[in-house]
């Protein structure tokens, strides 16, 4: 038998990777539906604000939310990059795993903890104290 004439399987496509394409694009179709709408409604209303701001003193008052906005917009942005630098979005699952972790050390060292308050030495020193 010759291997050289024989040709390799086909590739058959996974229905995982279709499924994870299509929720990708529910994903995408979801957050372009929510956030350009939002977008839109902040920037007209940011915008208002700083035209009524030039008039003069009638819009004085909009100087503060201006600049409550951009600091916080701002303050939110470098939250976002400070957490991509420091890994907070490569691994999403982990954080459960360390919680149940320490719970499970926690509950065990409360065990030890009540395992030696009622022990018998405890209690016979705790006596003769009393006495």
Request: charged residues 20%; without cysteine.
């Given at each position: ?26 994903q995408l179709a979801l957050a372009v539906g929510i956030l350009i709408p939002a977008l839109y409604g ?90």
């Amino acid at each position: 038998m010759n291997l050289s004439n024989q040709q390799a399987p086909r590739a058959t496509p996974r229905k995982g990777l279709s499924r994870f394409r299509w929720w990708s694009w529910l994903q995408l179709a979801l957050a372009v539906g929510i956030l350009i709408p939002a977008l839109y409604g902040f920037g007209t209303k940011f915008r208002e604000m700083v035209i009524l701001y030039g008039r003069g003193e009638e819009g004085s008052f909009t100087l503060m939310p201006i600049l409550n906005y951009l600091l916080t917009g701002l303050g939110f942005l470098l939250l976002f990059i400070w957490a991509m630098l420091h890994g907070m979005f490569r691994n999403i699952e982990q954080p459960k795993h360390d919680m149940l972790a320490n719970e499970e050390r926690l509950d065990q060292e409360e065990a030890e903890y009540q395992a030696r308050e009622e022990s018998p030495w405890s209690s016979s020193l705790s006596e003769r104290s009393d006495d």
